[in-house]
């Protein structure tokens, strides 16, 4: 059972924009030492939709090498089509991967029975697959509310974790846990774990943030589980700096935090997104300076 931290881990690109693999492995045994629970790749952090196939499959082999047995591993099989999203879930189970994480095709838009026979489709195509129905906002998703996910899942037995996204995320949390589907193992968090705190009230099984600050989200999220609501509310605050900028700059603050710690110098992005200028990099540094003055981070 998928419980805790799973960073979604961001895709390491060269300057001349080609696949870094040895930055890829640096990120994996970060987060890997970091104490994450479990990793997800590709996903919206990882900037997957632009990545091709063939990239996509190379990744997921490298990141089961590194992860060698040690945490699982959640397959972002998201696609432009059914089809696509089916090929690729084939190609990730020859890998040892059983868990998926996808949203419907964008052209879907809120058209809920397209939604429900998408989910059905894949998962009568990829037997004994368990599924992370990811709900993204829009435009990244469709921004499902409670009824349209309980619509889709409720019937679906492949559907074993939610991924909601949508703001707020916490009423959703709450609407589908208190519906009956044995089913459903639980619900996670997303967005950049700026809810965490609710999230976790609400008794969601964690979150799926990015991985720049994946050991503050671990600490969090321990405190929390051994009943230490005061120290997970001030670790939780320290958070909401940098996480606060992350909602602009997504991507390139990622890289550019996790190049500030040494993890990597990869900061090419393939998404286009607004670019950190000196004043936003110095920002960063000192909201950096202050999580490790305080021992926030390893």
Do not use: W
Not at 180 to 196: E, K, N, Q, S, T
Not at 254 to 275: N, Q, S
């Amino acid at each position: 059972m998928l419980k805790g931290i799973l960073p979604a881990i961001p895709t390491c690109f060269t300057i001349d924009n080609k696949i870094d693999m040895e930055a890829q492995k640096k990120v994996i045994q970060f987060v890997i030492a970091a104490g994450a629970h479990g990793i997800v790749f590709p996903g919206l952090a990882s900037e997957y939709n632009y990545l091709t196939s063939s990239e996509r499959l190379d990744l997921i082999k490298l990141l089961v090498a590194e992860v060698d047995g040690r945490l699982p591993i959640v397959a972002g099989i998201g696609a432009s089509s059914k089809d696509e999203s089916i090929l690729l879930g084939k190609e990730v189970m020859k890998n040892g991967i059983d868990h998926f994480m996808l949203m419907a095709p964008k052209e879907f838009e809120r058209d809920i029975d397209k939604h429900k026979v998408f989910f059905q489709d894949v998962a009568e195509a990829l037997p004994n697959g368990k599924i992370v129905l990811q709900n993204a906002p829009s435009p990244s998703g469709a921004g499902l509310n409670a009824e349209e996910l309980i619509f889709i899942s409720k019937h679906n037995e492949a559907i074993k974790y939610i991924k909601e996204e949508t703001l707020p995320s916490g009423p959703t949390i709450t609407a589908l846990l208190n519906h009956d589907m044995p089913h459903l193992l639980g619900v996670f968090g997303g967005a950049g774990a700026r809810f965490i705190i609710d999230e976790l009230n609400r008794g969601s099984l964690g979150a799926f943030p990015a991985a720049e600050i994946i050991d503050l989200h671990v600490a969090i999220y321990k405190a929390h589980q051994r009943g230490e609501a005061k120290q997970a509310r001030n670790l939780y605050r320290m958070s909401l700096p940098l996480l606060t900028a992350q909602m602009i700059y997504r991507m390139e603050l990622t890289k550019y935090i996790l190049k500030k710690r040494g993890i990597v110098d990869a900061l090419h992005v393939r998404v286009p997104l607004p670019k950190l200028d000196t004043q936003a990099k110095l920002d960063l540094d000192l909201i950096l300076q202050d999580l490790q003055e305080e021992n926030i981070l390893m």
